[in-house]
């Protein structure tokens, strides 16, 4: 297989940070981790998101937009004893966070509560993630995302693959032990390679039959074990399009809960704009075509899923902001407006 010429990584953002504080905050994290007795007091004052079998409890607000609202432990000890629960309850929350004010940040499942009676008491509905996403702002679909993820983890790493025994968490939800073997568990992620691959004046887009109608988006594939992103990068093209990756350039990465935590790592690569007749894998996706610059920008504008009647041809739509594919998408569009 032809290795890719040019593999550019840019280190693009590194986030806003005052420095001193950042790293108090990350050695406390660390330590939260580490220590359950520094966990347990941390969760005394800390804040808890309420889910509700992995649906987040997201608040409408005045102005009719929504948050993701976290609860005092104070306050859902009060719920839990309102609702007749025992607060032993508080003692699964996970930690998936802190503040910028060192508040510790957790997520804690009440699925084995009646829905609405903590929907009632809270003043809240528990969401669909998916749609969760679409109605958050960046850093709150983020951390539903995150507290999500842990709490999915929990709930189905229980046994020890080796000798089906029961596992045990530590406080923070850090890591789970088997006793029986000694084998630590800690969360998983599957790390996958996403590019958005252009032959210099056009990118190309594909979509799996699962996906939306009229969706498209950048072509995504699990790492395979023991490859290295750009292997993963340049064999997915050729599985799924039949072309040959020439040149890949770093974008970005974001965890990404559906249908499990995968690590998205987004690249841009480039193909020989003399060789780029499609191939497309079937048993993969449904299709796959180049979009010019025109046609890409009039796909940007629709900012939510369009109605697609059926019987009617669809709509081209591409995955909203909160997916790396659309930054992807967005980025290339930028880049080709800077040429022209
Ligand atoms: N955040 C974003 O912007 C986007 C995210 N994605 C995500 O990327 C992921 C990978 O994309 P696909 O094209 O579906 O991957 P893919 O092209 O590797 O095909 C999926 C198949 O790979 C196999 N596979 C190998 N290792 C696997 C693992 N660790 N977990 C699950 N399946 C594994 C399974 O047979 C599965 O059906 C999906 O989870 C999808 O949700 C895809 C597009 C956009
Ligand atoms: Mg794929």
């Known amino acids: 297989m032809l290795q890719p010429r040019n593999i550019l990584f840019r280190l693009k953002w590194v986030g806003s940070r005052s420095c001193s504080n950042y790293v108090s905050r990350m050695r406390y994290l660390s330590r939260m981790k580490q220590d359950d007795e520094v966990c347990r007091t941390a969760l005394q004052s800390g804040n808890i998101f309420l889910y509700h079998q992995l649906a987040p409890l997201l608040q409408r607000t005045d102005i009719g937009t929504y948050q993701f609202p976290a609860f005092p432990a104070e306050d859902v000890k009060g719920i839990l004893e309102n609702l007749g629960e025992s607060n032993e309850m508080l003692w699964e929350t996970i930690l998936i966070n802190c503040t910028e004010r060192n508040k510790a940040q957790f997520s804690l499942d009440v ?11 809270c003043g809240g509905t528990f969401t669909d993630l998916r749609k969760a996403f679409f109605l958050l702002r960046g850093p709150e679909a983020t951390l539903a995302a995150r ?10 790493n229980g046994f020890c693959s080796s000798t089906g025994q029961p596992t045990q968490r530590n406080q923070s939800g850090s890591q789970r032990v088997c006793h029986s073997s000694g084998i630590t568990y800690y969360p998983k992620m599957s790390p996958v390679v996403i590019a958005l691959v252009s032959d210099g004046k056009r990118c190309l887009l594909g979509r799996q039959s699962t996906f939306p109608r009229g969706m498209y988006s950048a072509l995504a594939g699990f790492c395979d074990m023991g490859e290295t992103m ?15 990756v020439e040149s890949i350039q770093y974008s970005g990465s974001q965890h990404w809960p559906f249908p499990q935590s995968s690590l998205m790592v987004a690249c ?44 009617e041809p669809p709509v081209f739509w591409v995955p909203p902001r909160y997916a790396i594919a659309n930054r992807l998408i967005q980025e290339w569009a930028n880049q080709q407006q800077l040429k022209s």
């Open 230 to 244: 750009e292997e993963t990068l340049c064999r997915e093209i050729a599985e799924e399009v039949g072309l040959e």
């Open 147 to 156: 507290g999500q993820a842990l709490l999915r983890w929990h709930q189905t």
């Open 111 to 121: 699925g084995s509560i009646e829905q609405a009676a903590v929907e009632k008491l």
């Open 268 to 311: 841009h690569a480039t193909v020989n704009a003399d060789n780029t007749r499609i191939r497309v894998d079937t048993v993969e996706l449904e299709d796959a075509r180049w979009f010019s610059l025109e046609e890409v920008q009039e796909l940007l504008k629709i900012k939510a899923p369009p109605r697609n009647n059926k019987g």
